[in-house]
């Protein structure tokens, strides 16, 4: 168990919806990553957080959303949602030194759309 | 836009030394190399992280060149519970300048009895 948390585990839905992944970091990280895993993309970098402040960003979609709360969750919106966006979405979370940080990932939540 | 390349999958026999290669020519100058395990429908799992020249640790060692451009990472005596698909992580500052991370495209380790 890495200490992340996210839910749900499974999310099954329509295609033009609207869903909301929530991630929990471990006790004391203040760095909070999401990342998209499919079969024919692998695993792409979403969005990273860092006490609040987005830090860095992928090839996130102008229809995804992300933001981290000041109790250090983050919450991913995706929007008008298509088939090609079902995939796994894991959060990660991590305590920075310097350059060096070990990302700790959570579960991840698999997301059908239909 | 920098691609980070891994071969695509291995077979080992239980007790053999397995080294994975990753390819990672626009690492950004002061990040650090990780490798990641991953079982099927299970998030990453942190195996090991380097700067440069060799890092050991109880499960890996890796080994990274002086010019950081690639990063092996060295598997001791694998057990069949190694089977897995085995990621590397890099930070990249190339294009426009803005900083990601970008993971290898991951090799499938087959560990057979």
């Known amino acids: 168990d890495s200490g992340v948390t996210q839910t749900p585990k499974h999310l099954i839905t329509a295609t033009g919806q609207r869903v909301t992944l929530r991630c929990s970091p471990r006790s004391g990280d203040l760095s909070v990553y999401w990342y998209q895993q499919s079969l024919d993309q692998g695993l792409q970098f979403l969005i990273q957080y860092y006490n609040g402040e987005e830090r860095a960003k992928g090839n996130i979609l102008e229809r995804f959303s992300a933001q981290q709360f000041p109790d250090l969750h983050s919450e991913l919106n995706l929007s008008s949602l298509e088939l090609g966006d079902s995939a796994l979405y894991f959060c990660?979370?991590?305590?920075?030194?310097?350059?060096?940080?070990?990302?700790?990932f959570g579960p991840g939540t698999r997301l059908t759309v239909t | 836009l920098a691609k980070t390349t891994q071969p695509i999958s291995m077979d080992s026999y239980e007790g053999q030394e397995v080294n994975i290669t990753c390819s990672h020519n626009n690492i950004a100058t002061n990040d650090y190399i990780t490798w990641y395990q991953q079982f099927p429908s299970q998030g990453p799992r942190f195996i090991i992280q380097?700067?440069?020249t060799k890092v050991t640790n109880e499960v890996a060692s890796l080994f990274i060149p002086a010019d950081r451009k690639s990063s092996t990472l060295s598997l001791p005596r694998v057990s069949l519970s190694d089977t897995a698909v085995y990621y590397c992580?890099?930070?990249?500052?190339?294009?426009?300048?803005?900083?990601?991370?970008?993971f290898g495209t991951g090799t499938r380790l087959k560990v057979l009895a």
């Open positions: 990660a979370s991590s305590v920075e030194v310097g350059y060096s940080y070990e990302q700790y």
């Open positions: 992580l890099v930070g990249d500052r190339s294009g426009s300048g803005t900083y990601k991370y970008i």
């Open positions: 380097g700067y440069k």
